[in-house]
């Protein structure tokens, strides 16, 4: 099973951007589907974005469509998250999930489709 460790997160103004990245390890990471959730302090994780084993094909939650860009690099067993035009509302704990299952947008989106999850990193967007 794949284990990941999320990096990249900190402190940054309003507009600005940040790059997270997650690093896999200890599995095949090219037959994982992988995404990105976050998690705000008393709030439910939520979906915000998630790409295919290949790469090939990405989602999105709508309210980081067209700030955020995940993609992945096969070779590197990484993923990224590159977060630009940052509001204050996407100041959260930002996780990284892998899964080997999970066929259509719906599933991917699902919390309760990865098993496979990393420690977390803070983003701080002030304003």
């Known amino acids: 099973q794949v284990h990941v460790v999320e990096s990249g997160g900190g402190l940054v103004q309003a507009g600005g951007s940040l790059r997270l990245s997650c690093a896999a390890s200890g599995g095949t990471f090219s037959l994982y589907a992988m995404a990105w959730f976050r998690q705000a302090p008393g709030k439910e994780r939520e979906f915000v974005a998630t790409?295919?084993?290949?790469?090939?094909?990405?989602a999105y939650a709508d309210s980081v469509k067209g700030r955020f860009t995940i993609s992945r690099d096969n070779a590197k067993n990484t993923v990224y998250l590159q977060m630009n035009s940052l509001k204050p509302e996407d100041t959260s704990v930002y996780y990284c999930?892998?899964?080997?299952?999970?066929?259509?947008?719906?599933?991917?989106?699902?919390?309760?489709?990865?098993?496979?999850w990393g420690q977390g990193t803070q983003v701080t967007v002030s304003s």
């Open positions: 999930a892998a899964t080997l299952g999970g066929f259509t947008t719906a599933q991917r989106m699902r919390v309760t489709m990865y098993d496979c």
């Open positions: 790409i295919s084993q290949s790469g090939g094909w990405t």
